[in-house]
């Protein structure tokens, strides 16, 4: 009965690739994020999503397309993957907007 | 945008000792200030959260103080416990938007 769940835990793909990180959360919340985690740990927000509407885009490349569809589920799927793609992805989700974020276990994805 | 700054980056300390981590941000409307514990491959988890209506929030062996005048930040915990090595995260978020989070401190209890 994992509260935040995300699937794969590792994905290791070729450069070009198009590859999506699913997301679920099973605690009702209406806010899900998602985070990356580059190799010197730091965590960045890419997106927010409040009731399946996109509250957040940071800069990120248009090739990362989050898509939820319903409040339980925010999909991120990445075109074209670069080296520089390589990081854990974390997915997170609140009962609303700032409150405290829940983790999933993270995907860790290596762009070969 | 807000920019968190997290000091130190690493921090040793012996078991028994106390750990201090303080952050700065700039954004002056930040109003909850969440403190993230990460272990070696693990999901950051909450710890402990403070926000800008209250001074310190304690919880058993950590606390957090806030000085809103100044815009920092710290964590607190005392008798440390080798357990408690870990990556730290300060974050600082304004009306419930996003979370900006500081760069991480990794801990090390010497036992």
């Known amino acids: 009965d994992t509260a935040v769940s995300q699937t794969p835990k590792y994905l290791v793909t070729q450069m070009g690739n198009d590859k999506s990180i699913k997301c679920e959360q099973n605690?009702?919340?209406?806010?899900m994020y998602w985070y990356k985690q580059d190799s010197k740990k730091f965590l960045k927000i890419m997106f927010s999503y409040n009731n399946k509407e996109l509250i957040i885009n940071e800069t990120v490349p248009n090739r990362f397309s989050p898509k939820s569809p319903d409040k339980a589920h925010l999909n991120l799927h990445i075109n074209s993957l670069e080296l520089g793609d390589s990081a854990v992805y974390f997915c997170?989700?609140?009962?609303?907007?700032?409150?405290?974020?829940?983790f999933g276990q993270g995907t860790r994805l290596t762009v070969v | 945008g807000e920019n968190v700054e997290q000091h130190p980056s690493t921090l040793s300390v012996q078991e028994g000792d106390s750990a201090v981590i303080k952050c700065t941000y700039s954004d002056s409307a930040s109003n909850y200030f969440p403190w993230y514990k990460q272990e070696l491959g693990k999901r950051p988890q909450l710890i402990i959260d403070i926000r800008s209506n209250v001074g310190e929030k304690k919880d058993q062996r950590i606390a957090v103080t806030l000085n809103k005048t100044a815009k920092h930040f710290s964590l607190h915990i005392t008798e440390t416990q080798p357990e408690d090595s870990a990556v730290y995260f300060c974050?600082?978020?304004?009306?419930?938007?996003?979370?900006?989070f500081g760069s991480g401190t990794k801990l090390n209890v010497k036992p």
């Open positions: 997170a989700s609140s009962p609303a907007l700032g409150t405290e974020a829940f």
């Open positions: 605690l009702g919340h209406d806010t």
């Open positions: 974050a600082a978020s304004y009306n419930f938007n996003k979370f900006y």
